[in-house]
């Protein structure tokens, strides 16, 4: 058995601003196309990536979809991407994402090759169907006495985090397929959050290629309310949406795998010491220790706030937010649950605020829509940037595939419907445990008793 290295990145968007409008910002940055983010990542981020990457001799790459942003000249796109990332490595695999260029008929968007007697199997999630499904079991089937398996594909098995964002005409029957056969690592992307977690044997690694190297490594359940680990379905660490853009890079060296992260701003490593092994962390991000303590006399210095929320929206919004009474404006709107979005604080949203606090919702008036992952952010003038611990709280109304992983955990509303829960500061009095214990409790507001502003 011998040993060598791959690499595996996921959703690199690569794109010029060619062919593509300048859109001014009219309405907002959540709402600017993400090609003016992406064309100017490919200098500040992608080529420093790939350079970090030849240096450490892979003996292939594999992106795990989203290779381009598209939208333009797509074909354009996707030559030149190859040809960069080929400067940087000898061979170059890439699942099929959302963004990427539809295989001709007579090519095959999914296949399954070996190395050393390891198998790789490269899914098509977009294009998953009865004929991938059979083909999939079958090269598992006949694989069964390999060294290792490895898969890659553009969509998680599990959500971590953007819940709401499922791909279950997949990742539902993928599942049971590797529960039937197991396999050693399902690699993913899609989310533009990074996560490690294990699976009753099998890790699931998700990465991106995308975000701001500038901006501090923010852990992801500062952002989100991860779903509950358990013995068979263990969280290891997390990275929000835009931060440290990273590739992975994995030593095989017979049984034992060694996983490393590399960021421009520093690495993470983990070991699978024998297959279907837990894996031993041997290091973290580069997380900064932040004192996210808020003490009353801290609440006369905060300079600006909002509240981060997350959202599905499919239809008419027509929601209304009201933080201690006052008003917010509506959820801002997603239909992808994604970052970005945030409702500002006015000043007399920041006067009411305090140690704890009730934020009151009036769900959307459509008929299907999904919201969680609710927090307070407010900037200091003494430069401390203080979350309240995410609210565990995820409220969904009617049925929409990309929601049915989160709905098992989810609270079940109707459109319109009127509730409240608690946004916590934690203190010196008060430690994060006890605040997010308090932040459970969510108590529905009887229509007779609002006083929820009309509009």
Excluded at 49 to 59: D, F, G, I, N, S
Aim: with cysteine; aromatic share 10%; proline share 6%.
């Amino acid at each position: 058995m011998g040993t060598f290295r791959f690499a595996v990145i996921g959703d690199s968007h690569y794109c010029t601003l060619d062919g593509r409008p300048l859109t001014r910002r009219q309405q907002g940055m959540p709402a600017l196309p993400d090609y003016l983010r992406y064309a100017g990542m490919k200098e500040r981020v992608l080529d420093k990536l790939l350079a970090k990457l030849a240096a450490l001799r892979p003996e292939m790459l594999i992106s795990t979809g989203d290779l381009i942003e598209g939208g333009a000249d797509s074909a354009l796109d996707e030559a030149e991407a190859r040809r960069l990332f080929m400067t940087a490595v000898p061979k170059l695999h890439v699942a099929q994402g959302t963004h990427d260029c539809r295989k001709p008929p007579n090519e095959q968007s999914y296949y399954s090759f070996k190395y050393d007697d390891t198998v790789f199997i490269i899914l098509d999630y977009i294009n998953w169907n009865e004929r991938q499904s059979s083909w999939l079991r079958q090269e598992l089937e006949a694989a069964r006495d390999a060294q290792h398996i490895f898969a890659f594909a553009h969509a998680p098995l599990y959500l971590w985090g953007r819940h709401f964002f499922d791909s279950p005409w997949f990742t539902q029957e993928v599942r049971d397929i590797f529960r039937q056969h197991p396999i050693d690592i399902y690699f993913c992307g899609h989310t533009h959050n990074q996560a490690i977690s294990w699976h009753s044997g099998m890790l699931q690694v998700k990465g991106s290629a995308v975000g701001y190297p500038q901006m501090e490594v923010v852990p992801l359940e500062r952002m989100h309310a991860l779903m509950p680990s358990d013995d068979n379905n263990l969280f290891y660490w997390g990275i929000v949406e835009d931060s440290a853009p990273a590739f992975y890079t994995v030593d095989v060296a017979g049984e034992c795998l060694t996983l490393r992260w590399h960021s421009l701003c520093g690495s993470a490593e983990l070991r699978v010491p024998a297959r279907f092994a837990r894996p031993e962390i041997l290091s973290f991000p580069p997380y900064l220790p932040r004192i996210q303590q808020l003490d009353d006399w801290d609440f006369a210095q905060v300079r600006s706030g909002w509240l981060n929320i997350f959202s599905n929206i499919k239809h008419d919004n027509q929601s209304l937010l009201l933080l201690n009474d006052v008003p917010l404006g509506e959820i801002p709107a997603s239909g992808s649950y994604a970052a970005r979005r945030a409702a500002p604080l006015s000043v007399d949203a920041i006067n009411s605020l305090q140690q704890k606090n009730t934020l009151r919702i009036r769900m959307p008036v459509s008929s299907v829509f999904a919201i969680g992952s609710i927090s307070l952010e407010l900037l200091l003038l003494d430069g401390r940037s203080i979350h309240s611990p995410v609210a565990p709280e995820l409220f969904v109304c009617g049925e929409a595939p990309d929601y049915a992983f989160a709905v098992p955990r989810a609270q079940r509303v109707a459109h319109g419907a009127e509730l409240s829960i608690t946004l916590s500061f934690a203190s010196k009095k008060t430690p994060a445990a006890t605040v997010n214990r308090c932040n459970t409790q969510s108590q529905r507001r009887n229509e007779k008793e609002s006083t929820f502003v009309k509009t």
